[in-house]
């Protein structure tokens, strides 16, 4: 017998063999179902938590709310985040400074020195860099049913939970409303939790507790400084005549954000401010636009 001819009978049983291994199917394990996502706890006093990490993915827009006046983009909060960030570090060092108190910041820290805020029991956050919702995510936030009940979606290692997280996962819509960045200013995480999701007033007496920052709190209300009530009533306008029906503005609070407007008309920056996020976001403040420049 020829010597290949051999060598070939010889290697025909390990060719079986291997053909035998390789025709063994390898079984996948099952992706996590969406309901079981690990999300973190609900987050229910108002916008008093900033998380950096990135959410899971809005689910379908609930019938609850979608107006035809909603912006295009951003989708999401950390959506927003991220273009406002970049917003500031293009308009330089002058407009990075954070709304109730005019701390400079770079980055993502925050120099409460430079502005002589007088930290109160959170020096970590305190350097941290926010986003203040001016009106707060838990004012339109709980008129959302994931919100006040919960949904499928919203489970955490098989316990439903409810809230602002729940919202944020299961309702496209909520999510669209919380990343309008005409309702985002840059804060210092304290300073974002002191204010929580307290009413803005005028409140009697000048009780300064927080250094040479002016604004002063109760258990129920926040006063800003004067030279931004404007920008905070044109926001909470903005907020109410673009997403109507969620009590954003109550007939008892539209006369002192008339006022506030009226004596705090819009400077440069916030006018520069409403250009570029309308380039980004489809859409712009009109109560700055019709407002008098100073």
């Known amino acids: 017998m020829p010597k290949r001819s051999l060598f070939m009978m010889r290697l025909a049983p ?16 099952p992706s996590t179902p969406a309901s079981m996502l690990d999300v973190d706890d609900d987050r229910d006093a108002g916008d008093t938590s900033e998380s950096e990490s990135e959410p899971a993915t809005p689910a379908e827009p609930t019938p609850h709310l979608e107006p035809p006046s909603a912006p295009a983009q951003p989708r999401s909060f950390d959506d927003a985040k991220r273009l406002l960030l970049k917003i ?12 109730y108190c005019g701390c400079a910041y770079a980055g993502h820290v925050v120099d409460t020195a430079s502005c002589g805020y007088a930290v109160q029991s959170d020096p970590l956050r305190a350097a941290r860099l926010e986003w203040e919702h001016v009106v707060p995510a838990s004012v339109f936030g709980r008129t959302f049913p994931e919100w006040r009940e919960g ?53 009697p007496g000048e009780a300064r507790a927080y250094g040479a920052c002016d604004f002063e709190i109760t ?45 705090d008309p819009p400077d440069t ?22 407002a008098p420049s100073r």
């Not at 920056?269 to 019709?290: T, V, Y």
């Open 88 to 99: 500031y570090a293009e308009a330089g060092p002058a407009q990075m400074r954070t709304l």
């Open 151 to 203: 949904a499928p979606a919203c489970l955490k290692k098989n316990r439903a939970y409810r809230g602002r997280k729940c919202a944020h996962l299961a309702s496209r819509a909520f999510a669209r409303i919380e990343g309008d960045m005409h309702n985002l200013f840059p804060e210092d995480g304290e300073i974002n939790n002191l204010r929580g999701d307290r009413m803005m007033a005028v409140i």
């Open 219 to 263: 258990s129920t209300l926040f006063e800003p400084r004067p030279a931004i009530r404007g920008r905070i009533a044109r926001a909470y306008e903005y907020m109410d005549a673009t997403y109507p029906g969620l009590g954003i503005l109550p007939d008892g609070y539209r006369a002192q954000m008339a006022q506030w407007d009226a004596d």
């Open 14 to 29: 390990f060719a079986m063999a291997l053909a035998s291994c390789t025709g063994v199917r390898t079984e996948r394990a």
């Open 269 to 290: 920056w916030e006018r520069a401010r409403n250009d570029k996020i309308a380039a980004l976001q489809g859409n712009r403040n009109p109560f700055i636009d019709r």
